[in-house]
């Protein structure tokens, strides 16, 4: 066989080869069966003709703006081809597990400019518009965005499988005022349960910041603790701000709508509103809204992981940490917590939810007598950042 380079190579055989591919379409791992291979052991790479695949197995070519991408399609099958030292190399099952592993390390790091592709993930699948405006405006700290993955990141496809849209409802009231005046409260039920046995979550919003707040439940009757302790908390956090909750607003649910949280209502001065009987969602449209993100960006993250449905709490609490560090259109492009809070969070440690991560295995937790034992141990990154003093996993 004559090379591009004028030399020649001895072709041992010809025969079929099995290819493991990244499906785009179906988001799979698939395979597809080459004929006519030829076996050329000298060869120092495996090479695939862009002029058989169109001629032969009639793909179809397409580029990105940058020429750094290149794709293959036909009915039912996209490949992916990302430019490597001036050769395409297909986008291989490695390739997706590593793009979505990521290690973390106790040693600080300089800080770099990372895909637009990996913050869309890091956001936990918010619009990559919104990232990237929120890079540009500096709502944020530690969002370095590079030029790559903008493509790939505008057609990611969990947000396909998870995200739907649907008109909105015309406001009837007027919104609060000042921080914590008004509360809307809401449970959800997934019916599946998570790993610690919860099957629904209670989610608060406060109505003038939109900042948001979730809590695991295992009984729906438990949401009234959650909420004392909420209420609680807040006021005596921020007792020198002279913040208090003045209402808390609910649909007609029983979980609310009982003499335990009347109680506490009236011994905190908090008047409790609820809706008309049988409303439609948008009487309690922040908080309903609120749920029609948080349980799409929820299958997205889980789609994206392949890991079990179990671990859907997990991953409710990181949606709702990204979403309070996400920008929002209702605030000119700030995010809920500078918007409550009044200074821009960080976001310079926020990863990949349920990556593979490393971690450093303390001596104690180790066998004094085994010296070579590892000290590196394996887990998948599930972090709620909100000191940043630890990691769970």
Same mark, same amino acid.
């Given at each position: 066989?004559?090379?591009? $380079?004028?030399?020649?190579?001895?072709? $041992?055989?010809?025969?079929?080869?099995?290819?493991?591919?990244?499906?785009?379409?179906?988001?799979?791992?698939?395979?597809? +069966?080459?004929?006519?291979?030829?076996?050329? @052991?000298?060869?120092?790479?495996?090479? #695939?003709?862009?002029?058989?695949?169109?001629?032969?197995?009639?793909?179809?070519?397409?580029?990105?703006?940058? /020429?750094?991408?290149?794709?293959?399609?036909?009915?039912?099958?996209?490949?992916? *081809?990302?430019?490597? $030292?001036?050769?395409?190399? =297909?986008?291989?099952?490695?390739?997706?597990?590593?793009? &979505?592993?990521?290690?973390?390390?106790?040693?600080?790091?300089?800080?770099?400019?990372?895909?637009?592709?990996?913050?869309?993930?890091?956001?936990?699948?918010?619009?990559?518009?919104?990232?990237?405006?929120?890079?540009? &405006?500096?709502?944020?700290?530690?969002? &370095?965005?590079?030029?790559?993955?903008?493509?790939?990141?505008?057609?990611?496809?969990?947000?396909?499988?998870?995200?739907?849209?649907?008109?909105?409802?015309? %406001?009837?009231?007027?919104?609060?005022?000042?921080?914590? /005046?008004?509360?809307?409260?809401?449970?959800?039920?997934?019916?599946? @349960?998570?790993?610690?046995?919860?099957?629904?979550? #209670?989610?608060?919003?406060?109505?003038?910041?939109?900042?948001?707040?979730?809590?695991?439940?295992?009984?729906?009757?438990?949401?009234?603790?959650?909420?004392?302790?909420?209420?609680?908390?807040?006021?005596?956090?921020?007792? %020198?701000? $002279?913040?208090?909750?003045?209402?808390?607003?609910?649909?007609?649910?029983?979980?609310?709508?009982?003499?335990?949280? *009347?109680?506490?209502?009236?011994?905190?001065? +908090?008047?409790?509103?609820?809706?008309?009987?049988?409303? @439609?969602?948008?009487?309690?449209? =922040?908080?309903?809204?609120?749920?029609?993100?948080?349980?799409?960006? =929820?299958?997205?993250? *889980?789609?994206?992981?392949? #890991?079990?449905?179990?671990?859907?709490?997990?991953?409710?609490?990181?949606?709702?940490?990204?979403?309070?560090?996400?920008?929002?259109?209702?605030?000119?492009?700030?995010?809920?917590?500078?918007?409550?809070?009044?200074?821009?969070?960080?976001?310079?440690?926020?990863?990949?939810?349920?990556?593979?991560?490393?971690?450093? +295995?303390? !001596?104690?937790?180790?066998?004094?007598?085994?010296?070579?034992? !590892?000290?590196?141990?394996?887990? +998948?990154?599930?972090?709620? @950042? /909100?000191?940043?003093?630890?990691?769970?996993?």
């Amino acid at each position: 066989m004559l090379c591009a $380079n004028g030399g020649t190579v001895s072709i $041992n055989q010809v025969g079929s080869v099995e290819l493991r591919i990244v499906n785009e379409v179906t988001g799979r791992q698939e395979t597809r +069966i080459l004929s006519d291979v030829y076996y050329v @052991p000298d060869a120092p790479t495996n090479l #695939l003709s862009q002029d058989y695949m169109q001629t032969e197995l009639n793909y179809f070519v397409k580029m990105s703006a940058d /020429q750094s991408v290149c794709f293959l399609t036909k009915k039912g099958t996209r490949l992916k *081809l990302v430019k490597v $030292n001036r050769l395409y190399r =297909i986008w291989s099952v490695r390739d997706q597990v590593r793009e &979505q592993a990521v290690v973390y390390s106790a040693i600080v790091t300089p800080k770099k400019s990372v895909p637009l592709a990996v913050w869309h993930k890091r956001f936990a699948h918010a619009r990559a518009t919104t990232i990237v405006d929120m890079g540009k &405006q500096k709502v944020v700290r530690g969002l &370095q965005i590079s030029t790559s993955g903008a493509e790939a990141a505008s057609t990611c496809l969990p947000c396909m499988h998870g995200k739907k849209v649907r008109m909105t409802y015309p %406001e009837r009231r007027q919104h609060a005022q000042r921080p914590l /005046q008004r509360l809307q409260v809401d449970v959800c039920s997934v019916n599946e @349960p998570a790993l610690d046995g919860c099957t629904s979550f #209670l989610l608060v919003v406060d109505e003038f910041s939109r900042y948001k707040w979730l809590f695991l439940l295992r009984q729906k009757s438990e949401a009234k603790n959650h909420i004392a302790a909420l209420v609680n908390r807040l006021h005596v956090k921020y007792r %020198e701000r $002279n913040w208090r909750v003045e209402e808390i607003h609910s649909d007609q649910g029983g979980e609310f709508d009982n003499n335990d949280i *009347l109680d506490f209502c009236a011994e905190e001065g +908090i008047e409790l509103t609820t809706t008309n009987a049988y409303p @439609p969602p948008q009487e309690n449209g =922040i908080v309903e809204r609120a749920n029609g993100i948080v349980l799409p960006k =929820i299958r997205a993250l *889980l789609h994206m992981t392949n #890991l079990p449905d179990l671990l859907w709490g997990e991953a409710a609490l990181h949606v709702v940490y990204t979403l309070n560090v996400t920008a929002t259109r209702v605030f000119d492009g700030l995010t809920p917590h500078e918007k409550l809070l009044g200074d821009s969070p960080d976001v310079s440690c926020l990863r990949t939810w349920g990556s593979l991560c490393y971690y450093h +295995i303390a !001596s104690g937790a180790r066998s004094m007598k085994k010296k070579l034992s !590892s000290r590196m141990g394996t887990a +998948i990154w599930w972090v709620i @950042p /909100q000191r940043l003093m630890a990691i769970r996993f």
